[in-house]
């Protein structure tokens, strides 16, 4: 029997189907990302994003079709993570704006939403680019016009994925950059795997669960190494994430639990078939997230330096975190009214403790190894009390959700100050002089960063080819600004010879930010050779903290 008009319950349908779909597939978009960082995350964060609009339909049981699409729009905007979250959010919320009024939709009218879904998705970038997400969603829509004559949803959704899987397989020809790395674009493939899961469920009977991307499980291990007095920690960084891998399995993981064995304690590994949860106590994480990144995309990452946060790590019960919770609530509504605060975005203990001491108000933990979603990001707007919360992304993916989120506030003013990198972001903090003119103090602190240069080094998790530079998997990536510099075997020696070419005789201040894989003297190293190559520079090294990037360098 063919379908021939949807309505609210049919949409929540095909919505939790594809996002199952998508999230079953997430690592595999994740391994279409074109740079071979290993934070390359679009598929987990189209996945979370999906998540986030499905979960909000399965609160409805409305026929409404327009409705049910609300509740869509109403979880992706929040739950909205990285650039491609967020277009995804948008193209939700504009499918809903051609649904507007609907109880239901035929072929029509759900070609209509798709042009309107693409509209609104174009107006939400600033400077959109063929090759994208985007030019696979225009795609769509034009095949949903062509082939809306086509009264059966399943033949009329069966051409437009035919169409999209046409047009996704021409982005190397749009974007060179994808061409050469051998790869099709990710949040494009993305996408389509919703649209599969979309038509995939119009042929299968009864109600689609939504799967559930987190295994319910309790950390006592994690809570007895609460109980340590510092001095007995033996490991310091408390490591935890979750390896997005399909059909794993219990030998899988006890390899796992092997290897982590040799370098950490108190380890914690669930499998819960296409996820695994990792706990582990380690002076090494870096080397756990390597070994990691061999068996499947990461998500949900946390490092805690416990030796100098334990007097945080208190094993309280239920009744007594959430009476600390109301307590910390109530002191800050308790505190009188800011003209402005702020919110930073960033990972690792030195980080944190480098932005609350230049006065962040809010830090979210997050940036390179997990973008925050808009909800994050207005949780932590809203606990400020001020008139206006300057927001700093830190990151070139996180700045769409941070600009969504000053969209969704109504109750003060919120700006963002663009930051690509934690080096902008402490510039734009150390600049910022408040006034009578907060608009202008902003754009002051915009303007005062433009010459920072950012050198930032990790590792290569894949085999590729980027801008000529011929990358394989395990090398030393270094990388300024979005551009790859210089790749090789030798982390030292990649440094040394990218700081020999972009600093200059009108530089006077370099600062060193190191992970939490990278040793002391090796920093130490790095600011000795600064100091006798460059003898007219100040340098300042730092202990960041931050996971999967051994060096952070501001060049200014």
């Known amino acids: 029997m063919s379908i021939k008009k949807i309505d609210g319950l049919l949409l929540k349908k095909m919505i939790i189907a594809g996002t199952n779909k998508l999230q079953e597939n997430k690592g595999l978009v994740d391994s279409l990302n074109v740079f071979p960082v290993p934070d390359g995350d679009t598929g987990t964060n189209m996945s979370l994003t999906a998540m986030a609009a499905a979960k909000e339909c399965l609160k409805s049981n409305s026929s409404d079709l327009s409705e049910m699409a609300s509740h869509s729009v109403n979880g992706s905007l929040r739950g909205a993570r990285g650039n491609s979250g967020v277009i995804l959010s948008q193209l939700y919320r504009g499918f809903q704006k051609g649904l507007n009024g609907k109880t239901e939709a035929d072929t029509k009218d759900i070609a209509e939403a798709f042009k309107k879904a693409v509209i609104t998705a174009y107006k939400a970038v600033m400077k959109p680019k063929e090759g994208t997400i985007l030019t696979v969603a225009k795609g769509i829509a034009i095949s949903a ?268 003013k919120v700006f963002v100050i663009p930051t690509k990198t934690i080096p902008e972001g402490i510039s734009a903090m150390l600049n910022f002089e408040g006034g009578d003119d907060i608009e202008q103090a902003v754009s002051d602190a915009t303007e005062a960063f433009s010459n920072i240069k950012t050198l930032m080094v990790t590792f290569a998790v894949r085999d590729t080819v980027i801008d000529d530079i011929k990358i394989e998997k395990d090398d030393i990536l270094a990388m300024v600004g979005s551009k790859i510099a210089k790749t090789g075997k030798d982390l030292q020696e990649v440094t040394k010879a990218v700081l020999d070419e972009i600093i200059t005789d009108e530089n006077d201040m370099i600062s060193v930010y190191y992970g939490a894989d990278t040793k002391d003297e090796s920093a130490e190293d790095i600011g000795n050779y600064i100091e006798e190559n460059f003898p007219d520079c100040e340098v300042e090294i730092c202990n960041g903290g931050q996971p999967l990037y051994y060096y952070i360098i501001s060049v200014e």
């Open 145 to 412: 016009e062509k082939h809306a004559h086509l009264e059966d949803f399943e033949l009329f959704l069966k051409a437009v994925i035919k169409d999209a899987n046409d047009v996704l397989a021409k982005t190397p020809d749009m974007l060179p950059v994808l061409k050469q790395a051998g790869v099709v674009d990710a949040g494009g493939k993305g996408l389509i795997f919703i649209l599969e899961g979309a038509y995939e469920s119009l042929s299968v009977k009864g109600e689609i669960s939504l799967d559930s991307d987190k295994p319910k499980e309790t950390y006592e291990s994690a809570a007895a190494a609460m109980e340590l007095a510092p001095e007995d920690i033996t490991f310091g960084y408390c490591t935890e994430f979750f390896i997005n891998i399909k059909n794993s399995t219990d030998e899988m993981v006890n390899e796992l639990k092997a290897f982590l064995e040799t370098i950490g304690d108190s380890i914690v590994a669930v499998n819960n078939e296409d996820i695994i949860k990792i706990h582990v106590h380690t002076d090494h994480p870096g080397t756990v997230l390597e070994k990691a990144l061999t068996i499947g995309s990461l998500s949900g990452l946390k490092i805690e330096n416990m030796r100098e946060q334990h007097s945080h790590l208190i094993n309280f019960s239920k009744e007594e975190i959430e009476k600390n919770e109301a307590s910390v609530e109530e002191e800050e509504e308790m505190g009188e009214e800011k003209e402005f605060g702020f919110v930073s975005v960033c990972a690792g203990s030195g980080l944190v403790e480098i932005f609350k001491s230049l006065g962040a108000d809010k830090i979210i933990e997050g940036g390179q190894t997990m973008n925050p979603s808009t909800e994050d990001i207005l949780n932590a707007v809203s606990k400020i009390n001020a008139k206006n919360v300057i927001v700093l992304p830190n990151n070139k993916n996180i700045i769409l959700a941070a600009n969504q989120a000053a969209e969704i506030v109504t109750d003060k």
